[in-house]
């Protein structure tokens, strides 16, 4: 397996434009996490889905954010419109399983990132 | 809210030190606690995952712990060695995962 793709690598785009993030999961991965990363606020997730529908978005920021999973190897991260302080590094990851207290959990495995810059 | 700090947030150490990662949490409702490692530019790499029920995990080098009690977790990393450097996050999992703010390490050859 080639891992979790991210696309684009690197995304430049002016205020107020549409951006669109992709992820495809690892194949039999059923879990599915957005996260974001900048130098203020660390690592935090957005939202995750099980087996394609979206199970907790309490951490998208604004209703400029949302993300859809179409089919199991697909998922998207959109903002509309875009702002400067949208600029971080957006995580895509999957696992196969969620952490279940003391039975430990399947790891989550992280994509490569998206750069995002808005001007 | 959980919080996760890890101390220091920047570390240089001579290749060939034994040195040790900080990291503390104050939500005794842990699942477990994991160490990840992040390279510039990339993604994420598990290291080790400590459940709550055990107190370490070795991989290589590397040690990791977990004091539940005093809500810390240290990675130990013995003769290191300049390709361990990267920035070190801990994650503190129950419910969520809720990620430190890393400790940037740098191993002078």
């Known amino acids: 397996d080639a891992g979790v793709i991210q696309s684009p690598r690197h995304e430049v785009t002016e205020m107020g434009q549409e951006v669109t993030l992709r992820c495809k999961p690892i194949s039999g991965h059923d879990y599915l996490f957005w996260y974001r990363q900048t130098m203020m606020r660390g690592l935090e997730l957005l939202i995750y889905?099980?087996?394609?529908?979206?199970?907790?978005d309490s951490g998208m920021p604004e209703d400029r954010f949302s993300a859809k999973m179409p089919n199991a190897s697909f998922s998207t991260l959109k903002i509309q419109p875009s702002e400067p302080r949208d600029s971080a590094v957006y995580f895509c990851?999957?696992?196969?399983?969620?952490?279940?207290?003391?039975?430990?959990?399947?790891?989550?495995?992280f994509g490569p990132g998206t750069r995002l810059t808005v001007l | 809210k959980q919080e996760v700090t890890q101390i220091p947030a920047a570390l240089s150490v001579p290749e060939g030190e034994n040195l040790v990662l900080n990291c503390s949490f104050t939500d005794s409702a842990i699942y477990n606690l994991q160490w990840f490692r992040q390279d510039p530019g990339k993604g994420l790499t598990s290291l080790l995952l400590i459940q709550s029920s055990q107190r370490e995990q070795t991989s290589g080098r590397l040690n990791a712990s977990l004091d539940k009690s005093s809500g810390r977790s240290t990675l130990y990393i013995a003769a290191s060695q300049p390709g361990d450097s990267a920035t070190y996050l801990c994650?503190?999992?129950?419910?969520?995962?809720?990620f430190g703010t890393g400790t940037r390490l740098t191993i002078i050859p």
């Open positions: 990851a999957s696992s196969s399983s969620l952490p279940l207290m003391g039975q430990g959990y399947n790891e989550q495995f």
């Open positions: 889905f099980n087996n394609n529908v979206p199970i907790d």
């Open positions: 994650v503190f999992g129950n419910e969520k995962l809720t």
